[in-house]
Each structure stands twice: as C-alpha cells, then as structure tokens.
T-cell receptor, first 115, second 112 residues
Framework: EAGVTQFPSHSVIEKGQTVTLRCDPISGHDNLYWYRRVMGKEIKFLLHFVKESKQDESGMPNNRFLAERTGGTYSTLKVQPAELEDSGVYFC?????????????FGPGTRLTVL | RKEVEQDPGPFNVPEGATVAFNCTYSNSASQSFFWYRQDCRKEPKLLMSVYSSGNEDGRFTAQLNRASQYISLLIRDSKLSDSATYLCVVNNRDTGRRALTFGSGTRLQVQP
C-alpha cells in the first residue's frame, strides 16, 4: 500500500513569492492533516480536513496560508506571499476514520526555504 | 511553558544498554499518548501508543502516569538501528480535536 506522498520534496523561493505544496494521503483515509517544523522548534499542527471539510484550522499561523482539499482526495497548502519565517519542513499526515488510536501516518515532508 | 516537555539529549549509549526517556505534558485533558520515532531528515513514524496500564512491544516499554502527567519510554538491549530522535506526542481526542501535540524530541545515539 502506498504511503502518504508529498510534492515537491524541496522548494527554494524568494520572499514575496508564492509556493503551493501538495499532499496525497493514503487511499481511503478521510482525515488529512498539515503540520510544520520550523528550525529549532517542535512539529506543530496547522489544520485538519475530514474529507473536503476543514475540521480544525486552529494552527494556521495567518491568512497568508490557504489549504484546500477539493473532492476530498489530495490537498494543497499555498503560502502567499512567503516570508522568511515560513521556512521549515511541512508534513502532511493522514488517518483512517474510526481507528481508535488515531494513528496518523506522515509523509516525507516538503522542505521549504524562503530567501 | 511548552505543552509537551522532553530532555533533548543527546543520549549516547553503547550497544546493549538500557535507556529511558521521560516526557511531561501540561494539559490534563490529554487523552491519547504516543511515542514516535524520527530518523534524520525523515518523517515521524509511530513507534507505539501508550496506555494507562503500560504496554510493551519487544524491547520497548511505555508507561503513563496520569496523576503526574508523565510518560516514559524504556529501550532494552539497544541496537545501532535504534539511533534516532524519539518524539513524545499527545492528543486531546475528547475535545473532538485530532491535532497531535509534539515534544521537541530526545535524540538517541547508540554506539558500537
């Protein structure tokens, strides 16, 4: 079974530019999550989709971040305009609805560098 | 204060040693507890869930003390392949949120 995939694996952009990250969850997983780790800090939650609906977006840092999951399959996270402090690793995770221990499977991450 | 606190280490131990990691969490409403393992520049992977009664998986034993809001992970007979960062993770499922809250991790280096 294919795991969570993310694209691109790396992105280097200049401050003020736009970047779009993509996540493909494990097939059949209704729950999709975005997390990020900025340098020197712990991994922090950004938001949670159930199918195409945003269930919890309490971790989104500001309105420069826009996440979508049209059709309830893959998700995109757009940062516009990017700032220096957005640099970090963006992880996507997915989990199966109804699984008791809420095991979340993580993708390999997208390493974003804003210059 | 961080919601999940861990000693960052590194813990440098010889092969075959027993090593223990501790973690404390501040939110008494936390309901689910996990240890994740993260290799350098890789994604976190679930090592084991932590249950109130304590649980064991091979060389790994996890314990939870709700009264003290404390979680531990014990690794027996350390292998070189155990070298990684161990992340203590909590979740407050009863509030309806599925967000995981991570500690900053404890780095383990097992030496030959």
């Amino acid at each position: 079974e294919a795991g969570v995939t993310q694209f691109p694996s790396h992105s280097v952009i200049e401050k003020g530019q736009t970047v779009t990250l993509r996540c493909d969850p494990i097939s059949g997983h209704d729950n999709l999550y975005w997390y990020r780790r900025v340098m020197g800090k712990e991994i922090k939650f950004l938001l949670h989709f159930v199918k195409e609906s945003k269930q919890d977006e309490s971790g989104m840092p500001n309105n420069r971040f826009l996440a979508e999951r049209t059709g309830g399959t893959y998700s995109t996270l757009k940062v516009q305009p990017a700032e220096l402090e957005d640099s970090g690793v963006y992880f996507c995770a997915s989990s199966q609805e109804g699984r008791g221990d809420n095991e979340q499977f993580f993708g390999p991450g997208t390493r974003l560098t804003v210059l | 204060r961080k919601e999940v606190e861990q000693d960052p280490g590194p813990f440098n131990v010889p092969e075959g040693a027993t090593v223990a990691f501790n973690c404390t969490y501040s939110n008494s409403a936390s309901q689910s507890f996990f240890w994740y393992r993260q290799d350098c520049r890789k994604e976190p992977k679930l090592l084991m869930s932590v249950y109130s009664s304590g649980n064991e998986d091979g060389r790994f034993t996890a314990q939870l003390n709700r009264a003290s809001q404390y979680i531990s992970l014990l690794i027996r007979d350390s292998k070189l392949s155990d070298s990684a960062t161990y992340l203590c993770v909590v979740n407050n499922r009863d509030t309806g949120r599925r967000a995981l809250t991570f500690g900053s991790g404890t780095r383990l280096q097992v030496q030959p």
